[in-house]
């Protein structure tokens, strides 16, 4: 009896130190081949900086395809790993069917699906999106990838794959107090701001956005300059007038003292308007007075066209029936489309982006490290200029040997330790803190100026993403803001978009053919297996104790 007491009390001394040490540590284990519920050591250091509660509520409950049920599964699991590192953090889902008129003012849009159950095809409406509320701030996290996809399972494997970025990006976000500014230079005849209205309104929601009048420089170098290297970007947007040696020593200048600039420039004079407005127009070399500037970066922009047979389509006028105009978009060789670097963060799981009348760039041996970002297909031409572009040429058939130039360079990341372009020189004017070399900047330079211009409907600027006419859907505002990021990002965080998981699919053609079978397999038979084993229990007792 004794010994009985004592092993009953061991025992119960034994689980309460059991639950105590259980408590007291916790541990998750990552079982997955991808490791995909494993947080990268950038997220971890985002997640440590929340020192206050954090809200984040998913709009992804309710009745909808069971594909997004999936999305529903992995973005709960994902979430709770971020709870777990961090207690602060609080995850709610919650039905948006009773405030579908309010998410759509926080600019949340639902998305229209086709689900196809039983082989027959159907509609619905679903909410993927997340809101983040932290110290009365909010940004909302979209859940569905922009990018063109063939079907519904390679958006599901795009949007779970890129769910750590979105929402470490929007928290990140979140927790700053201060906007990193960027600023629009202005005063080379750049592109006037509604053609940028798309692009620039995405800036503006992650970073304080002004404009920077270059050309005050003329009237006060030293203030300019000054003012300048207190920015963190520059955003230049197809200049069209020359560029003064002060404006382009003042340049130099914030770019050795650490300052990013993204670079969109056309080293050709060629516009599209024109082009269709008279059906011909002369296409040539722009000097904008930078070649040497850039050459010392490492990049020269040639004043050369690139035709490519894998191109965006324009509409034109093809006849008439009665007093109706027929229209038909046919390819236009001078509107690649370009594909990303399928390795880099800025241009990974982008759509194919559009350029218009785009330059290739060289190049040059030095210390900064390049990086291809837009590729031509290998089916391209160069046009040399001056030249003659005529519209009628579309009706051409292209022959293939004529387009045997191999792939061409439209956008390149630099990165590395910069010399000024002026180490050697005569500076235009006299600068008191005058720097040779930058450490560890970045720039990207793009060889068209119009990948930031988007199209004027009634007067109101349209979707970059998207053209007005021929409805087709391009990556170019995805691709500059991934761009933007990257330049200014000083954690790493951009390349959680790297991250690739291997998510399997349900076959949905092979289970409506075999429907009636696993049906079978799954419901009728553990039944009749359960039924046998009774009936022979059955008869196994009465024979036994009869």
């Given at each position: 009896m004794n010994k009985n007491i004592k092993y009953i009390a061991g025992l119960c001394i034994g689980l309460i130190i059991l639950n105590v040490t259980n408590q007291?540590?916790?541990?998750r284990f990552d079982l997955t081949a991808d490791k995909r519920y494993t947080l990268s050591e950038t997220t971890k250091l985002i997640l440590s900086e929340v020192k206050k509660t954090l809200f984040i509520t998913v709009y992804l409950e309710g009745d909808f395809p069971s594909e997004f049920?999936?999305?529903?599964?992995?973005t709960r699991q994902f979430l709770e790993e971020l709870a777990a590192e961090n207690s602060l953090i609080k995850i709610h889902f919650e039905n948006p069917d009773d405030r579908r008129e309010a998410l759509i003012k926080?600019?949340?849009?639902?998305?229209?699906?086709?689900?196809?159950?039983?082989?027959?095809?159907?509609?619905?409406?679903?909410?993927?999106?997340?809101?983040?509320?932290?110290?009365?701030?909010?940004?909302?996290?979209?859940?569905?990838?922009?990018?063109?996809?063939?079907?519904?399972e390679e958006q599901l494997q795009k949007a779970i794959e890129n769910l750590e970025y979105s929402f470490l990006s929007a928290t990140n976000s979140i927790l700053k107090e201060k906007q990193k500014n960027v600023v629009l230079l202005t005063g080379n005849g750049q592109l006037q701001d509604i053609y940028q209205y798309s692009f620039l309104s995405e800036v503006s929601k992650k970073y304080r956005l002004t404009k920077f009048p270059l050309d005050s420089v003329a009237s006060n170098p030293q203030q300019t300059l000054q003012d300048?290297?207190?920015?963190?970007?520059?955003?230049?947007?197809?200049?069209?007038?020359?560029?003064?040696?002060?404006?382009?020593?003042?340049?130099?200048?914030?770019?050795?003292?650490?300052?990013?600039?993204?670079?969109?420039?056309?080293?050709?004079?060629?516009?599209?308007?024109?082009?269709?407005?008279t059906g011909k127009m002369l296409a040539y070399p722009r000097d904008l007075n930078i070649t040497d500037l850039l050459f010392s970066y490492g990049v020269r922009i040639n004043t050369t066209l690139v035709k490519d047979l894998y191109a965006a389509q324009i509409p034109l006028a093809t006849g008439n029936?009665?007093?109706?105009?027929?229209?038909q978009n046919l390819d236009w060789f001078y509107h690649p489309l370009v594909l990303g670097n399928p390795y880099h963060p800025i241009t990974k799981n982008v759509g194919n982006v559009r350029l218009q009348f785009a330059n290739q760039i060289d190049t040059l041996k030095n210390d900064i490290k390049k990086t291809p970002l837009l590729v031509s297909s290998s089916l391209t031409r160069k046009v040399g200029t001056p030249s003659i572009i005529e519209l009628q040429s579309i009706a051409e058939e292209p022959k293939e040997e004529d387009y045997a130039a191999g792939n061409q360079l439209f956008a390149v990341l630099l990165e590395g330790n910069f010399k000024s372009a002026y180490k050697n020189r005569v500076k235009p004017f006299k600068s008191n803190n005058y720097k040779a070399n930058a450490t560890q900047n970045k720039m990207i330079v793009i060889s068209d100026g119009d990948i930031a211009k988007n199209q004027i409907l009634k007067g109101q600027p349209t979707d970059l993403s998207?053209?007005?006419?021929?409805?087709?859907?391009?990556g170019n505002k995805d691709f500059l803001m991934n761009a933007i990021d990257y330049l200014l990002d000083d954690s790493?965080?951009?390349?959680?978009?790297?991250?690739?998981?291997?998510i399997n699919t349900l076959d949905k053609q092979k289970a409506y053919k075999e429907r009636t079978y696993w049906q079978f397999l799954n419901v009728i038979l553990p039944l009749v297996i359960l039924v046998i084993f009774g009936v022979v229990l059955n008869y196994l007792r009465k024979r036994k104790y009869t």
């Open positions: 007291s540590f916790y541990k049920k999936r999305l529903q599964i992995e926080k600019g949340m849009m639902p998305s229209q699906l086709s689900v196809e159950e039983d082989g027959k095809l159907s509609e619905a409406i679903i909410f993927p999106w997340a809101e983040l509320n932290f110290d009365n701030k909010t940004r909302v996290v979209s859940l569905l990838p922009t990018t063109i996809v063939a079907n519904q300048l290297t207190s920015i963190d970007l520059a955003i230049i947007t197809k200049p069209t007038q020359k560029f003064t040696g002060a404006e382009k020593f003042t340049l130099d200048q914030y770019i050795t003292n650490g300052g990013k600039t993204l670079w969109m420039l056309d080293n050709v004079q060629a516009d599209q308007d024109s082009l269709l407005a029936i009665g007093n109706q105009t027929q229209y998207r053209d007005k006419w021929t409805n087709q859907e391009f790493g965080l951009i390349n959680l978009r790297n991250k690739t998981l291997k």
